[in-house]
């Protein structure tokens, strides 16, 4: 939460900057000056932007996940492992008992 | 229950390999009568196939002709698209015909993997359990890294009580896939059937080092999911070897280790552990009182 809306200001806070320097230098040139040194408040609002969008952004980073492989087969179950579904026998009795579900009851007629 | 959490929770089963039928057609089924065009990109197809499997695991084969209709428009020739108009022919057909419909898919293309292992299961439900094996055999000869294939050939010598040969293939799949504790798991527990309890306490003693190489403190911890499968392997080979020393070595050869009255502790400690928090209160009653009989 508090990431994202230090992600948010940060945004318009660098859109502001860049607007502000544009103005800026469309200023100087309607003026005809030489091109100048930037103000040093559109510079601070830059780098203030960029150190608020860091915090932000790792704030806002999703949860850390572990990384060795022990703590990967802690989170699988034998089922899962164990499931050998290129071999899976899919005709089992299930289809005699889902009668309630409708046609399967039909089909299970046919098929001794 | 949303359509998005319902597909991420589809993805889960698809990467995790996970069969729970019932609770796929349940949340497939609304998924698939809310689209009326094929929405949901690559993992869509990915996504039929998924649920023209579960329909036909619980008989509701119309749903799955419905899905198998739509990926064989899409994918005229697909081996993968044959492999499951050949699980629906195995559900309303007779085996022979559904065998001669894989011979007729091997002889176009002998190398789809999908089928023969399909042509096998067929093999196997029917009953000719020797010709399976010849058959499996012979496919691991050809895909010799398909760990699959290694996990089923020990399942089916595990059922004609073949463990000797059961324990081979699952060396095999060991090989293959070496930092998986559930194939050492189940090579520990052949080994317990088999009668060949050193090699059994070795296997144990692996898997619970695999499961818990992580944790900086394992002892301070109750150990969770199959590190207690795997301690109560332990313990039971402990108990057997120091109440009845074994007279013949073990079939592998495989010494008893000389500090076993100090396993069978550290087991016992361990299993009591595992029991003690809120989850084992069911158990922890008989748990105390078995432990406690010897």
């Known amino acids: ?112 | 229950m949303s359509l998005s959490s319902a597909l991420q929770q589809l993805a889960s089963y698809r990467a995790n390999n996970t069969r729970a039928s019932q609770e796929t057609f349940k949340k497939g089924v609304t998924i698939l009568k809310s689209r009326n065009a094929p929405n949901l990109g690559e993992d869509g197809w990915a996504f039929l196939e998924q649920l023209a499997l579960a329909s036909i695991d619980i008989g509701r084969l119309d749903v799955a002709d419905e899905c198998t209709k739509q990926l064989s428009e899409k994918f005229p020739n697909s081996p993968r698209v044959a492999v499951l108009v050949g699980i629906r022919k195995e559900a309303s057909e007779s085996p022979e015909s559904v065998l001669r419909y894989y011979d007729g898919v091997l002889e176009e293309d002998s190398a789809n993997a999908a089928i023969w292992k399909r042509r096998i299961s067929v093999l196997k439900r029917i009953g000719k359990t020797e010709k399976a094996v010849d058959e499996l055999s012979k496919f691991l000869d050809t895909f010799y890294t398909d760990v699959e294939g290694w996990l089923e050939l020990a399942d089916i010598y595990s059922s004609c009580n073949q463990y000797t040969s059961s324990l081979q293939a699952l060396s095999h799949a060991l090989v293959l896939a070496p930092q998986n504790p559930f194939t050492a798991l189940q090579f520990a527990e052949t080994a317990y059937t088999a009668g060949d309890l050193p090699l059994a306490l070795k296997m144990f003693l692996v898997v619970t080092e695999m499961v818990e190489r992580d944790i900086p403190a394992p002892e301070d911890s109750a150990p969770t999911g199959i590190s207690v499968r795997a301690w109560w392997g332990v313990k039971l080979c402990s108990r057997r070897l120091i109440e009845s020393p074994p007279s013949s070595p073990s079939a592998s050869d495989t010494p008893v280790p000389k500090t076993i009255k100090l396993i069978d502790e550290l087991a016992t400690e361990r299993v009591l552990t595992s029991y003690s928090g809120e989850q084992g209160a069911e158990g922890r009653q008989l748990v105390s009182q078995w432990i406690s009989a010897y």
């Open chain 1, 1 to 112: 939460m508090l990431g994202r809306v230090f992600l948010i200001v940060a945004t318009i806070a660098i859109f502001h900057a860049a607007f502000s320097a544009y103005e800026h230098l469309s200023q100087l040139k309607a003026l005809e000056r030489p091109e100048g040194q930037l103000p040093p408040d559109i510079i601070l609002e830059t780098l203030f932007a960029l150190a608020l969008g860091i915090i932000g952004a790792s704030l806002n980073a999703p949860p850390l996940k572990e990384i060795t492989w022990a703590s990967e087969m802690r989170k699988h179950k034998i089922d899962d492992m164990d499931s050998r579904l290129g071999f899976a026998n899919f005709v089992n009795r299930g289809r005699n008992i889902s009668s309630q579900l409708g046609q399967s009851s039909q089909r299970s007629a046919k098929v001794s």
